[in-house]
């Protein structure tokens, strides 16, 4: 398990300028070796790892995260925060999760264990212990680099937030010492949080991984070695430039699938791994499609896949809380037995983590401060994808004459939820867990579906690929975003993104009132003379064509506190359509309208380019009430209770 | 075949009581159409005057309905209430007809109008089947007590959930272990009251333990009939949904029609309740 280690150094030292001339800055280079130990569901593990000072300050520091010790105990923060919950599935407390660190020392010197210190740089938790420290000796100059040897012992608790075990199936993340990111002069570490997720520098990863020979392993990366040993476990090593994270997973129960997938416009090769849990082999089928989908969709919507594999994970029966996670060139996915196929969770998770190998993996978003840059973004990308290959209505449910859409699914989170938080926020400063999912998730992804409708498909298109392009392999913030945005569609974008990023209040314009009042002949004094209305004719006299005027009333009002531009399309008795446009600034306009027909609806915003309105109905007013629609939908419902009664009395 | 005599017999007399048909459907409209105003006025205020419900008498909108479900937070409050509450008023109200049907069955003087008759049984055995219904608890508790120990079971025999398939399995189980519960008890209550209709009895408790030991002495006879009159039950469910779904319900004519077909499957539900009570009440001298 050693030898490895010399060679790798050599690699990295004699090819040193090619491995930099990657895709990326390479700023990490992690060697580990991990060893897992099913009966005490730990993994032992080295470290040896180089780090590039990259900044024009030398560093007499190293910060780490130490990710398992969020499961430590009931008084961490992540703890603390989530109470022993996260998304729904609970703590076992038989089963805390822990990394213990032995020893860290400076590769051929300094031993540097005396130093370690547990800091709490977001809340000052004492017992908090996901974030260590470590003195340096001598500080690391500017753009050199320091290579320090950690061991290690990786305690998985029983999976309920990402990683952990369930059985015999393993989903090993966030497993070992982590380096944070240098930025700005500082360390940018944060303690892990029950909201929060990662943010770390690109590099090179070379793990070896040994395990049971019975257990399916996969991994971040290439597979470059496999080899069996005399104690019945076998070594898998997996290579990887380019990531910043590597995680593997372990399971007797696996099955394993591969499929080359390629695709000539754009140019790529990649291989499909599709590790799925026997009692959901049957799904792979549907796993597979998600994930060929995926891979075209993001391909030629934002650049070709990059990597040489990609890994599904299927979790265990029973390990769901591994699911629906995403790692480099590896993510988990969701299922249970016997998924009716118009339930379209596997689809969902399998695009949608997918996805995030874009805006998380390959654009490094800091998930801890600025989540939408990832979540968001990739619901955008999600809610296009799903959209595209399952129907505009009917893509996240299709069952039983029930649809679902994905924009419906996601308008659901945020019109019905309470407005506290903006987008734009540290992670764990919502006011709760579903405030931080509907802002930095469907919101945001709204948002960015609003933009769209707003500057048009093409534009939208072009800032994608502009942004994916330029800030690839690198760690750009919210402003970088706005900021491509607007070079690229050339125009001053502020008014829009200051408004949905940082302030948590809603869009809702709405027809508020809708008049046709008739004009009567002329009745009362008139330039200082009397005029009536004509008499009706006499009988047999020749009717005198006298056509109905109305003063026809629109009032558009404005509820919420942002402001956009708005069309207005108002319809009249007699077909004709008339289209009015208003900055939208003030309470309310009202348009008027003398004609001798009746206005007969207006709706605002009548392409629904509005994603992101809180209020559809309120959008739209007609003259006269629907009464078939509401007879038909109050019949429905009374029909359904006359049913329940013959049951409870039968 | 006894059953299939008793089984004849309950729904020729269902057969033969149109107005009593008339008079279960009666009661469930009345029930019911109070919610029908409640929901218009729900639905009409939220979305009644936007075009967004234009649509909705062609095809479901999920927007609508997620608008109407968001922007209707109180009314749906009341609404809610409001179906809570009749519920349990129709459960006191079904005490009272299941007189009147009783009452009706075993009533020999046919020349005797039918209503007089109907409400008579139904105030007459109103207080001793509001007994049965509290004594059944003798019923319901030790029910409970062996679906928690048929859930143990299973779980002691399914430990390990990363055999899914199994969950699943025992989940359907579980389920149809309880329904089978209930709808014994259910049937129990049925000869019990039967029983204190027929020999207007006043011993309740007695009629109770009675059918007890009529159901478990009978119990492949019991349960068959039951099931085969649950049958019936289905197939007119079945029929319903078919004729439904041959038109689309997209104009007010079309709408009404789909209400006239629903009334009607309502009806056969009053029919099947009292095939129920003929059969089950010849089955005791039958089976």
């Given at each position: 398990m050693r030898k490895s280690t010399p060679v790798f150094l050599a690699i990295i030292v004699f090819l040193g300028p090619a491995l930099f001339?990657?895709?990326?800055?390479?700023?990490?280079?992690?060697?580990?070796?991990?060893?897992?130990?099913?009966?005490?569901?730990?993994?032992?593990?080295?470290?040896?790892?180089?780090?590039?000072?990259?900044?024009?300050?030398?560093?007499?520091?190293?910060?780490?995260?130490?990710?398992?010790?969020?499961?430590?105990n009931n008084r961490t923060t992540f703890m603390k925060e989530s109470g022993g919950s996260h998304r729904g599935f609970k703590l076992d407390k038989e089963n805390w999760g822990f990394i213990t660190v032995k020893n860290i020392r400076i590769q051929d010197g300094a031993d540097l264990t005396p130093s370690m210190t547990f800091i709490q740089p977001d809340d000052g938790n004492s017992d908090d212990q996901t974030v260590m420290k470590v003195g340096l000796p001598t500080p690391v100059k500017p753009r050199e680099k320091i290579t320090v040897a950690i061991e290690f012992t990786s305690k998985m608790p029983k999976v309920f937030a990402r990683s952990g075990f369930v059985g015999d199936f393993f989903m090993v993340g966030q497993w070992f010492p982590k380096i944070g990111v240098f930025q700005d002069g500082a360390w940018n570490c944060h303690q892990y949080h029950s909201t929060t997720e990662f943010f770390a520098d690109f590099g090179v990863f070379k793990v070896d991984i040994t395990a049971p020979e019975r257990f399916v392993v996969g991994a971040t990366g290439k597979r470059i070695a496999e080899k069996k040993n005399a104690d019945g476990t076998k070594t898998y090593t997996h290579y990887q430039e380019d990531v910043h994270d590597f995680a593997w997973t372990a399971c007797p129960d696996f099955i394993e699938f591969k499929e080359k997938y390629t695709l000539d416009d754009p140019r790529l090769e990649t291989e499909m791994i599709l590790l799925v849990h026997r009692a959901h082999v049957k799904q792979k089928d549907r796993y597979a499609q998600a994930l060929r989908n995926g891979l075209e969709f993001y391909s030629k919507s934002y650049g070709a896949y990059p990597y040489e594999t990609i890994t599904l994970v299927d979790p265990a029966p029973g390990a769901m809380a591994a699911g629906g996670m995403e790692y480099p060139t590896l993510f988990t996915a969701d299922t249970i037995t016997w998924l009716p196929k118009g339930v379209r969770l596997p689809e969902m998770v399998t695009i949608h983590e997918f996805g995030h190998g874009y805006w998380y993996g390959m654009v490094g978003s800091n998930e801890f401060e600025e989540a939408w840059l990832d979540e968001g973004i990739n619901t955008y990308s999600e809610i296009k994808a799903m959209t595209k290959y399952y129907g505009e209505d009917r893509s996240m449910l299709d069952i039983g004459g029930i649809k679902v859409g994905s924009v419906a699914y996601n308008r659901l989170a945020v019109i019905g939820s309470g407005r506290f938080d903006p987008i734009v926020k540290n992670?764990?400063?919502?006011?709760?867990?579903?405030?931080?999912?509907?802002?930095?998730?469907?919101?945001?992804?709204?948002?960015?579906?609003?933009?769209e409708r707003w500057l048009g498909e093409d534009v939208m298109s072009r800032i994608m690929k502009a942004y994916f392009e330029k800030w690839k392999f690198r760690h750009p913030t919210t402003k970088d975003f706005v900021q491509v945005a607007e070079e690229v569609s050339g125009t001053d974008l502020s008014w829009f993104f200051n408004q949905v990023l940082t302030s948590p209040d809603k869009l809702d314009y709405a027809i508020s009132n809708l008049k046709a009042v008739e004009i009567g002949e002329e009745d009362g004094i008139f330039d200082g003379q009397t005029n009536e209305p004509k008499k009706e004719a006499k009988a047999g006299d020749k009717p005198k064509p006298a056509p109905k005027m109305?003063?026809?009333?629109?009032?558009?009002?404005?509820?919420?506190e942002w402001v956009f531009p708005q069309d207005i399309l108002i319809v009249f008795e007699n077909g004709e359509k008339v289209r009015q446009t208003w900055d939208g600034k003030?309470?309310?306009?009202?348009?008027?309208?003398?004609?001798?027909?009746?206005?007969?609806?207006?709706?605002?915003?009548?392409?629904?380019?509005?994603v992101l309105d809180?209020?559809?109905?309120?959008?739209?007013?007609?003259?006269?009430?629907?009464?078939?629609?509401?007879?038909?939908?109050?019949?429905g419902f009374m029909k359904w209770f006359q049913g329940l009664l013959s049951l409870i009395s039968l | 075949m006894n059953i299939f005599k008793c089984f004849g017999k309950g729904t020729k007399e269902a057969t033969l009581r149109p107005k009593m048909v008339f008079f279960l459907w009666l009661f469930n409209v009345l029930f019911a159409a109070l919610t029908y105003f409640l929901f218009a006025a729900a639905f009409g205020g939220a979305l009644g005057t936007s075009a967004i419900v234009r649509d909705l008498v062609r095809k479901t909108?999920?927007?609508?309905?997620?608008?109407?479900?968001?922007?209707?937070?109180?009314?749906?409050?009341?609404?809610?209430?409001?179906?809570?509450?009749?519920?349990?008023?129709?459960v006191f109200m079904s005490i009272f007809l299941y007189g009147g049907i009783l009452h009706s069955l075993v009533h020999k003087n046919d020349q005797e109008r039918f209503a007089p008759i109907f409400f008579a049984g139904g105030g007459k055995f109103y207080g001793r089947f509001f007994r049965l219904t509290l004594y059944s608890l003798v019923l319901w508790i030790p029910a409970g007590v062996i679906?928690?120990?048929?859930?143990?079971?299973?779980?002691?025999?399914?430990?390990?959930?990363?055999?899914?398939?199994?969950?699943?399995?025992?989940?359907?189980?579980?389920?149809?272990?309880?329904?089978?519960?209930?709808?014994?008890?259910?049937?129990?209550?049925?000869?019990a009251r039967i029983k204190i209709a027929g020999q207007d009895s006043r011993e309740v408790f007695q009629a109770l333990l009675g059918s007890v030991k009529f159901v478990f002495g009978k119990l492949g006879r019991t349960l068959a009939l039951?099931?085969?009159?649950?049958?019936?039950g289905w197939a007119a469910f079945l029929i319903y949904k078919v004729l439904n779904a041959t038109f689309v319900q997209s104009s007010m004519g079309t709408i009404l029609l789909g209400f006239f077909l629903a009334q009607v499957f309502i009806a056969s539900r009053g029919w099947l309740k009292i095939a129920y009570q003929a059969a089950q009440g010849k089955a005791i001298d039958l089976i």
């Open positions: 001339a990657g895709l990326s800055r390479q700023i990490v280079t992690y060697d580990l070796k991990a060893r897992l130990v099913p009966e005490e569901k730990k993994i032992e593990g080295r470290e040896v790892l180089t780090w590039l000072n990259d900044s024009d300050m030398p560093v007499s520091e190293l910060q780490f995260h130490l990710y398992l010790n969020a499961f430590k992670s764990w400063q919502y006011i709760s867990e579903g405030s931080y999912a509907l802002n930095v998730y469907s919101k945001a992804g709204l948002m960015l579906l609003t933009l109305y003063r026809n009333e629109v009032t558009v009002a404005r509820y919420g003030d309470r309310w306009t009202r348009f008027v309208y003398t004609k001798n027909t009746k206005v007969v609806s207006a709706e605002v915003d009548p392409e629904h380019k509005m809180a209020n559809y109905a309120n959008n739209s007013r007609v003259l006269e009430l629907k009464r078939p629609a509401v007879v038909k939908a109050a019949l | 909108d999920m927007n609508a309905v997620i608008e109407f479900l968001t922007s209707g937070g109180v009314v749906l409050g009341e609404l809610a209430t409001a179906v809570i509450i009749l519920s349990i008023l129709y679906f928690v120990i048929f859930d143990n079971l299973l779980k002691a025999i399914h430990r390990d959930p990363s055999h899914e398939q199994l969950t699943v399995i025992f989940t359907i189980g579980k389920v149809l272990f309880a329904l089978f519960l209930i709808f014994l008890i259910k049937m129990i209550m049925d000869y039951y099931y085969l009159l649950g049958l019936v």
